[in-house]
């Protein structure tokens, strides 16, 4: 079983509109959570990194949100926009993990559309 | 800004093919790694490399080898290319920062065996 699950594993929105994208994890215990975006045929780039002991890191229209105790992650996006249509990758790391411990899920692929 | 390069976007071979895969990063890094990415199954580790001529098994490391002769590049080898292989490939190089390593992708290399 993926020790790090996301969904929905797609989602359309409209421009302009809000969105949540979702990620549990069963990784314990972790040092630290990011969430990566990748557009289409390009690496992941780093949007946030969260360690245990924080509950909340934006990046400009992004906001991440960590609930340590339920084991569980969410992505915010606000004000959509075309260029927000991408994959979007849930990352864990354990504790004390060597630099090849990474958790991925299987990422949330959005389409916003005009 | 971290730089990981890879040799090329897309690339399609024959099976039986012998397939170099090269990737470059410019911050001096001591980790490197190959991934590949595949729908519905996230990234998987192929290979890692903690130092030059160094290298740990990843999750799926069968059909794959590696080699690193210089800190900043890394090489990922196809002896015998199959069907199966058709993939994106990813690199990544990583430094600890803080308290966790911070990862860095390439653009990732389209890899069609035919």
């Known amino acids: 079983k993926n020790q790090v699950e996301q969904s929905p594993q797609s989602l359309i929105i409209l421009e302009g509109k809000n969105c949540t994208l979702q990620c549990n994890y069963t990784v314990s215990p972790f040092s630290n959570l990011r969430w990566y975006k990748q557009d289409t045929g390009r690496g992941p780039v780093s949007l946030t990194i969260?360690?245990?002991?924080?509950n909340t890191k934006s990046n400009g229209r992004y906001t991440a949100t960590l609930d340590a105790d339920t084991k569980q992650s969410s992505l915010h996006i606000t004000a959509s926009q075309l260029s927000d249509s991408a994959s979007y990758i849930c990352v864990v790391i354990p504790q004390r993990a060597g630099a090849n411990n990474l958790f991925f899920g299987t990422g949330t692929r959005l389409t916003v559309i005009p | 800004d971290v730089k990981v390069t890879q040799s090329s976007r897309y690339l399609v071979k024959r099976t039986g093919e012998k397939v170099f895969l090269e990737c470059v990063q410019d911050m001096d890094h001591e980790n490197m790694f190959w991934y590949r990415q595949d729908p519905g199954l996230g990234l998987r580790l192929i290979y890692f490399?903690?130092?030059?001529?160094?290298?740990e098994k990843g999750d799926i490391p069968e059909g794959y080898s590696v080699s690193r002769e210089k800190k900043e590049r890394f090489s990922l080898i196809l002896e015998s290319a199959s069907t199966n292989q058709t993939s994106m490939y990813l690199c990544?190089?990583?430094?600890?920062?803080?308290?966790?390593?911070?990862?860095?992708f390439g653009p990732g290399t389209r890899l069609t065996v035919t």
């Open positions: 990544a190089s990583s430094a600890y920062k803080g308290l966790t390593y911070e990862q860095y």
């Open positions: 969260m360690t245990f002991s924080e």
């Open positions: 490399s903690y130092d030059v001529k160094m290298k």
